[in-house]
């Protein structure tokens, strides 16, 4: 069985955080740069794969090994197949998984809330859907996909080094309300 290594690099030390079973070899990921090491992503399990290049900060195709995999995801994802599984085996790499959610008004990302359907009366969302990876239990990325049609994604790094704080998708409709009906009182009622 091959194993992966997951590891953060902290201004010059290196501590392995994480060692993926199950098919993978030699893929890191460094605090402070974040440099991907696409050269080591030779996996052959598609969701092992799938969940590496998500947990990119720079975003799941920003390189070429993982563009296969990811078009492979959107694809399957598109059609209603379920996200794709890894098995990091015994031992290895527990708290680290992904979930896919499909947006909606009820779970987006507050600037990708708009006014759609029939006479502009229906909170809709931009996105198709959204990917949480999580490290150690904690949400390292989201991956917003096809935002504002297929293959646009918007990725979220919530990892060591990152000043972005997490937020809940599921109160974004009530702060884009909030703030329509702030703008509207603003301009003496909106009407």
């Given at each position: 069985?091959?194993?992966?290594?997951?590891?953060?690099?902290?201004?010059g030390?290196?501590?392995?955080?994480?060692?993926?079973?199950?098919?993978?070899?030699?893929?890191?990921?460094?605090?402070?740069?974040?440099?991907?090491?696409?050269?080591?992503?030779?996996?052959?399990?598609?969701?092992?794969?799938?969940?590496?290049?998500?947990?990119?900060p720079?975003?799941?195709?920003q390189?070429?090994?993982?563009?296969?995999?990811?078009?492979?995801?959107?694809?399957?994802?598109?059609?209603?197949?379920?996200?794709?599984?890894?098995?990091?085996?015994?031992?290895?790499?527990?708290?680290?998984?992904?979930?896919?959610?499909?947006?909606?008004?009820?779970?987006?990302?507050?600037?990708?809330?708009?006014?759609?359907?029939?006479?502009?009366?229906?909170?809709?969302?931009r996105?198709?859907?959204?990917?949480?990876?999580?490290?150690?239990?904690?949400?390292?990325?989201r991956?917003?996909?096809?935002?504002?049609?297929?293959?646009?994604?918007?990725?979220?790094?919530?990892?060591?080094?990152?000043?972005?704080?997490?937020?809940?998708?599921?109160?974004?409709?009530?702060?884009?309300?909030?703030?329509?009906?702030?703008?509207?009182?603003?301009?003496?009622?909106?009407?």
């Amino acid at each position: 069985m091959k194993t992966c290594v997951i590891a953060w690099k902290d201004r010059g030390r290196t501590a392995v955080r994480k060692a993926v079973r199950y098919g993978l070899s030699g893929l890191a990921f460094f605090a402070g740069s974040f440099v991907f090491a696409p050269s080591f992503a030779q996996a052959d399990d598609w969701g092992c794969q799938v969940i590496l290049c998500l947990s990119n900060p720079g975003g799941p195709e920003q390189y070429s090994e993982c563009v296969p995999p990811i078009e492979k995801l959107w694809r399957a994802l598109r059609h209603g197949d379920p996200f794709p599984s890894c098995d990091f085996g015994a031992g290895g790499a527990q708290g680290t998984f992904a979930t896919d959610t499909f947006a909606s008004s009820g779970y987006c990302r507050e600037d990708l809330l708009y006014w759609g359907g029939p006479e502009q009366s229906e909170l809709l969302c931009r996105a198709f859907g959204a990917i949480n990876v999580d490290i150690d239990n904690q949400l390292y990325t989201r991956v917003w996909w096809d935002v504002g049609g297929p293959g646009a994604t918007i990725t979220e790094f919530y990892g060591a080094g990152s000043t972005q704080a997490p937020y809940n998708p599921t109160q974004s409709a009530a702060l884009f309300l909030q703030q329509m009906e702030q703008q509207q009182s603003g301009w003496g009622g909106g009407h």
